[in-house]
């Protein structure tokens, strides 16, 4: 593992890289973070863990919450030297413990009860505190990337109003991030996927059993990294993430990013 001066943590030795989707939507949260006071932040489903390594470095006091085995051994492994940060595997075992800030990027469409699993992480948020998930957006763009993941929807900016509502918490900002970048990285992710299972369907005796995770898995991003860390990678991703800026308050990318604040008289 080593720390890139652009991209951040990147964990070639486990198979996994920052995806372009990823770096774009990080590049959005650190520009917030940057305004916001350091505090206490449980990440859920981190994934790789590098999300949980930035704010790490930055000075909050962390905390990992995820079921699957394999993220937690990929964040333990990325978060190993970080004295702030705990990890746990249920929800249980964080008793009553609140937080500043609630983090989960590209989880929630993968509840099928979104709203009462939007619900339990507002639950842990202080009076004040911020609740901050990523999601994809738009069912218009519906593809092979999503079947593969197993998502059950995509989501309308309507949606997330309707989810803060329903659980009495207040919309600070919504961003519609990824133009134009991620939507080429992606339907380019997606013609590859396609490409496999057609080629799968066809050979039943060669298909082989899914292993990857979306999020901890990036073995189709590996094949293609050693050009995204090149200097005209990191300038393509540089310009990428300008030019996603211009855009995020309109509906053109293929990601949402939510912003929503517990009113500061709940306790």
Not at 50 to 61: C, E, T, V
Request: hydrophobic share 35%; charged share 25%.
């Amino acid at each position: 593992m080593y720390e890139h001066p652009v991209y951040g943590a990147v964990i070639p030795e486990k198979s996994w890289v920052p995806a372009p989707r990823y770096l774009l939507r990080r590049d959005r949260i650190l520009r917030w973070l940057a305004t916001q006071p350091k505090g206490s932040v449980l990440e859920v489903g981190p994934g790789s863990g590098a999300l949980l390594k930035d704010f790490s470095n930055l000075g909050w006091d962390c905390v990992g919450l995820d079921v699957s085995a394999a993220a937690l051994d990929l964040t333990g492994y990325v978060t190993e030297e970080c004295e702030n940060v705990e990890l746990y595997a249920s929800a249980e075992k964080l008793g009553d413990r609140k937080f500043n800030l609630v983090v989960a990027c590209e989880v929630l469409e993968h509840i099928e009860q979104d709203q009462e699993m939007f619900d339990e992480w507002a639950a842990f948020l202080k009076p004040g505190g911020h609740l901050l998930i990523s999601v994809p957006a738009h069912m218009k763009r519906w593809d092979a990337t999503d079947v593969w993941a197993g998502h059950f929807r995509r989501y309308e900016y309507e949606d997330l109003v309707h989810l803060t509502r329903k659980s009495d918490m207040r919309v600070n900002q919504i961003e519609c991030y990824g133009f134009p970048l991620a939507l080429f990285t992606s339907t380019f992710r997606s013609n590859y996927l396609s490409k496999k299972d057609r080629a799968e369907k066809n050979n039943p005796g060669g298909k082989q059993e899914k292993t990857e995770q979306s999020g901890v898995n990036r073995g189709f991003e590996m094949r293609y990294f050693g050009i995204q860390k090149s200097w005209l990678g990191v300038c393509a991703l540089h310009f990428g993430m300008w030019l996603q800026h211009l855009f995020v308050s309109r509906p053109y990318g293929n990601g949402y990013l939510l912003w929503a604040r517990k009113d500061e008289n709940c306790d």
